[in-house]
């Protein structure tokens, strides 16, 4: 009577499961569980089942028309490039979670700070002054600054001489000519550069507390509320001041 060879459940010889078990043993994957307890399908292949069908396809090749090394390393060469890319993925999630937690971080240390923004309504500092600066586009032969009250009256003329092209800082103390604190909330400042002769308005930039930094998500741009400018982009703020 012709004897039959006993072999493994999932119909590979015991001899090629225990070199199929070694060989992963080698590389940290472990064989399947010999459990009777029924598992789950698999949705996805990982390295463990391409490696066991790679031995599988191996053990069963015809010895005439071996697959060829090229044909091996190309489907090796496929497996690694999708492990890679799975995890590229992950680590890009990761990265991502960390991005939006440092955002957060970021947008609260902003709070209470001053800064310089685009805009004509400066609010008092504590000792009832302002501050701010003039962009001027290119040199100016004279420049003075308006200093005037949400009424419009005209409290303050500053005379900042002639300077090239960029930021010229300015400050006012609050006090009027004769030396008396207005002790106004807010004022409106006004630039004018001279050349030739001629005046024209430029821009100014005034100081101002961020009152909220909202955490922006995605790729949204962080803004900021700042006293008197209203809401303004990071990219917007040209100063810190404590």
């Known amino acids: 009577m012709t004897s039959v060879s006993p072999t493994s459940t999932s119909g590979v010889s015991p001899t090629a499961q225990q070199s199929l078990d070694a ?20 949705t996805n292949l990982d390295q463990s089942d391409f490696l066991k069908l790679m031995t599988t396809q191996m053990s069963n090749q ?14 090796m060469a496929q497996f690694s490039t999708v492990t890679g890319i799975q ?4 680590t890009a999630s990761n990265m991502a979670t960390e991005i939006a ?6 947008s609260a240390s902003f709070i ?20 701010g600066a003039v962009d001027l586009p290119s040199s100016a032969a004279g ?8 009424s419009g009256e005209l409290v303050k003329t500053i005379d900042l001489g002639a300077n090239p092209a960029g930021l010229v800082g300015f400050s006012w103390d609050g006090k009027d000519d004769s030396g008396n604190l207005i002790g106004d909330n807010s004022y409106n400042v006004k ?6 002769g ?6 100014t930039d005034v100081y101002g507390p961020i009152t909220e930094a909202p955490v922006p998500s995605g790729t949204d741009i962080q803004t900021f509320k700042v006293g008197g400018a209203g809401t303004v982009k990071l990219t917007d703020i040209k100063s810190f001041k404590f």
């Open 23 to 42: 060989l992963l043993a080698k590389i940290g994957a472990k064989p399947a569980s010999s459990s009777s307890t029924p598992t789950a399908p698999k």
């Open 62 to 75: 015809d010895p005439f028309q071996p697959q060829s090394n090229t044909e091996m390393i190309a489907q």
């Open 87 to 90: 995890q590229l993925n992950t």
């Open 101 to 106: 937690q440092n955002r957060i971080a970021t």
């Open 112 to 131: 209470g700070k001053s800064v310089l923004v685009p805009g004509s309504t400066a609010l008092s500092d504590s000792s009832g002054g302002i501050s």
């Open 143 to 150: 420049l003075t600054l308006q200093v005037t009250r949400s």
């Open 191 to 196: 630039a004018l550069m001279t050349n030739g």
């Open 198 to 203: 001629a005046q024209t308005a430029t821009f």
